[in-house]
């Protein structure tokens, strides 16, 4: 296999021989940072010393990071490496669904294989996107979407005037053809900052970068290398695009019609794994309605998965300790409480049941309106409020569990935390996995 060229940051980049990789994915950290006596030499020499302090740096991001298991490490190598490279990382998946057998390639070279737990295979599937679920030999992409990441936008942000700014809020606004945004005011700006935490935290938390899509600001002193063609002096940052000849990318309250009963259960699970992996790194959004969570789907029909990430970091919170804001997200999610208190929640309760301003409700409640999809593209007519109880109860179960997690520490902690979310997952795929299955033939169902 040919060395693997990975980015860890600015001016951080390593190329992976496969002997590193495979060390990396066994969990052998100083057998894959070890460098040969003249390649040392050559980098001290000739490059400063920057191959070993990459290597150091990646072993200790997989060293700090909780429970980072092979899965983990495989996918943020994946995400790590040059867009061209990123759909040679792939998963191939077989065996039974009680003992699922995993088999990690780049480039068609097996470097890993590894046998795992239903439940692990449960998360793995889902961050995977899978839509068809186990069956026979499953091959899937660990980072499908990055393949198609826009690479050369740098010419269309240096035409950008400061009129191409056309959608867009009150606080920001937006240039789609360049990906380009502007702060509008110090509310706007304030944002940037806090997408920049949740970037930086992306860089430490398991799972993170899978589920985030921030918007990087760009500093004032390479405003005229950037974007030469703007005069303003407001705040400007980018977003990443991707390519729409290989990806159908779209808000989920736009896209949410279009989905497949399959389809809107893998993005069904993404969402409540989103939610875990945010409690774990202690990210609370505070606005994780629909029109917040972008959907991305291949256009190749061949390729079954999809991506959920969300956007719009602009009311996060990040290092959060007290309960009310740990379980924020789970709350909106489970029992429709707004972010903003019991009024607003009224508001929203009010309109749902006498039926008005629904334009205004329609990004609202994401689990019980991909539930609902699930049961109208499997052949069942349901509305969304028909599982608010069961959902509730699902809800009401995972606070508990949370709670009982919290009195714990370290790594029982973590555990008893994703034990919460997992028997969450599994109670909402139960009721998912039964409504979608008339339309499936090669299905597996979870336990």
Known sequence: ?????????????????????????????????KMGWFDSVRDKLFNAGAKQAALEKLAQEFDASQGLTAFD???????????????????TVSGEHEAPQLEYRIKDTA????????????????????????????????????????????????QVQDSAFNEGGVHKRFDPASGVLRAEDSTGA?????????????????GLARYVSTQQPIAREAMAESLPGIRSDKPHATVTLYDQRHVQSGELDRQIGNLSAREAHSVLMQTVDMARVFYQSGVSHQDLHMHNLMVHKPRDEAHNQITLKAIDFGKSRTGVTSESDRLNDVRYLFH????????????????????????????????????AQC???????????????????????LEAGLRQAEALTGDARSAAIDEAFDQAMQGLSAISDHLSRPRVQDHYVRG
């Open 190 to 206: 304030a944002d940037f900052a806090r997408e920049q935490q949740i970037e930086q935290l992306a860089s430490e938390h398991d």
């Open 111 to 158: 470097v890993k294989h590894d046998q795992v737990t239903a439940s692990a295979w449960n998360v793995i599937e889902t961050r995977l996107g899978h839509v068809t679920g186990l069956g026979g030999l499953d091959t899937h992409a660990a980072d499908w979407l990055g393949a198609h990441e826009r690479t050369d936008l740098a010419h269309a942000r240096q």
């Open 336 to 371: 429709k409480k707004a972010s903003s208190g019991a009024l607003e929640t009224a508001n929203r309760d009010a309109r749902e049941l006498l039926g008005f301003q629904m334009d205004k409700m329609a990004k609202h409640y994401p689990l019980h309106k991909l539930m």
């Open 73 to 91: 490490k495989f996918e943020r190598l994946a995400q790590y490496a040059a867009p061209a490279d990123r759909s040679q990382f792939t998963v």
């Open 375 to 397: 049961a109208h593209a499997g052949g069942h007519d349901m509305a969304a409020s028909a599982f608010d109880e069961s959902i509730t109860n699902i809800g009401n179960r």
């Open 1 to 33: 296999m040919d060395k693997i060229s990975v980015n860890l940051g600015p001016s951080q980049s390593l190329a992976l021989s496969e002997s590193r990789i495979k060390n990396f994915l066994a969990g052998d950290n100083a057998a894959a940072q």
